[in-house]
């Protein structure tokens, strides 16, 4: 026969066991999304004539923060014409948009704080380009960005980024 205490116990114990559950469901959940995403992401760069080793290329060299969509065409052009020209500016900071009050895509120059952009004073950022955390390392090392023997990475970089707004996903 079973006792208030005990049967209270039992119920404590098998909603610890469904609280776990479902943490073991969200993670799971968690990591099928991200892949989705990823895949998604391959295959619109694929339609639009990116391949795997060019995104691979352009991923070692620049990262992408925030929604692609939000990307604007004077933003990627000086991300692409400063990576051309040897990743000065992108080697200090990230070239971002941020959203404040009733100003939507505001453009701002903001600090890394490791693989993420500073936060702004105000507002919130949307989009950033910038260089991998690795990238900065190496120039830190090297004195220069590693773009590759033949300036492979300068390329893959430059195409990946000309077809982001389209793809609309990193």
Same mark, same amino acid.
């Given at each position: 026969?079973?006792?208030?205490?005990?049967?209270?116990?039992?119920?404590?114990?098998?909603?610890?066991?469904?609280?776990?559950?479902?943490?073991?469901?969200?993670?799971?959940?968690?990591?099928?999304?991200?892949?989705?995403?990823?895949?998604?992401? %391959?295959?619109?760069? =694929?339609? *639009?004539?990116?391949?795997?080793?060019? @995104?691979?290329?352009? !991923?070692?060299?620049?990262? #992408?923060?925030?929604?692609?969509?939000?990307?604007?065409?004077?933003?990627?052009?000086?991300?692409?014409?400063?990576?051309?020209?040897?990743?000065?500016?992108? %080697?200090?900071?990230? =070239?971002? *948009?941020?959203?404040?009050?009733?100003? @939507?895509?505001?453009? !701002?120059?903001?600090?890394? #704080?490791?693989?993420?952009?500073?936060?702004?004073?105000?507002?919130?950022?949307?989009?950033?380009?910038?260089?991998?955390?690795?990238?900065?390392?190496?120039?830190?090392?090297?004195?220069?960005?590693?773009?590759?023997?033949?300036?492979? @990475?300068?390329?893959?970089?430059?195409?990946?980024?000309?077809?982001?707004?389209?793809?609309?996903?990193?």
């Amino acid at each position: 026969m079973s006792t208030l205490t005990a049967v209270t116990e039992d119920i404590s114990i098998l909603r610890e066991e469904i609280d776990a559950e479902d943490e073991r469901h969200r993670e799971a959940r968690g990591k099928l999304e991200s892949e989705l995403a990823d895949a998604t992401a %391959r295959q619109r760069h =694929l339609a *639009l004539g990116v391949d795997e080793e060019t @995104r691979a290329e352009a !991923l070692g060299l620049i990262a #992408i923060y925030g929604d692609p969509k939000r990307a604007t065409a004077k933003i990627i052009q000086e991300a692409v014409e400063d990576i051309a020209t040897g990743c000065h500016d992108l %080697r200090d900071h990230w =070239l971002g *948009l941020k959203d404040y009050d009733r100003w @939507r895509g505001q453009e !701002l120059l903001c600090s890394y #704080i490791g693989d993420l952009p500073g936060n702004p004073k105000h507002g919130t950022v949307v989009f950033a380009i910038g260089l991998t955390r690795s990238a900065r390392e190496f120039w830190d090392r090297w004195g220069k960005p590693p773009v590759g023997e033949n300036g492979e @990475r300068v390329h893959a970089a430059t195409r990946y980024l000309l077809n982001l707004r389209e793809a609309g996903v990193v």
